[in-house]
Nanobody, 121 residues
Framework: QVQLVETGGDLVQAGESLRLSCAAS????????LGWYRQAPQKGREMVAI???????NYADSVKGRFTFARDNAKNTAYLQMTGLKPEDTAVYYC???????????????WGQGTLVTVSS
């Protein structure tokens, strides 16, 4: 099994910065996708930033230039550095992993429990 634990969510003012962390644990053999999604109140879940197995990082248009995905493989931790936060960034942010577990050939998807980011105007 794989577990993802997000931390770092907080209440901040518009224009401020915040860094989210996602610590992964479990018997991971390989990672196909790793990234962040978010879900605002009354809205569906949307991709924020995701890294593919080829190493490409894709960002939602709404966060390009403000958010940066980073990864520390030694710590099995992913980060989302958010700058220039706006009230419309208010959402629950979820860490997402897709890959293979040791000894398995079937891809699995795992979601973290989410961390709340609230941006006040």
């Amino acid at each position: 099994q794989v577990q993802l634990v997000e931390t770092g969510g907080d209440l901040v003012q518009a224009g401020e910065s915040l860094r989210l962390s996602c610590a992964a644990s479990g018997n991971i053999f390989s990672t196909n996708r790793l990234g962040w999604y978010r879900q605002a109140p009354q809205k569906g879940r949307e991709m924020v930033a995701i890294v593919t197995s080829e190493g490409a990082t894709n960002y939602a248009d709404s966060v390009k230039g403000r958010f940066t995905f980073a990864r520390d493989n030694a710590k099995n931790t992913a980060y989302l550095q958010m700058t220039g936060l706006k009230p419309e960034d208010t959402a629950v942010y979820y860490c997402y992993w897709r890959g293979l577990l040791s000894g398995s050939s079937q891809y699995r998807e795992v979601w973290g429990q989410g961390t709340l980011v609230t941006v006040s105007s």
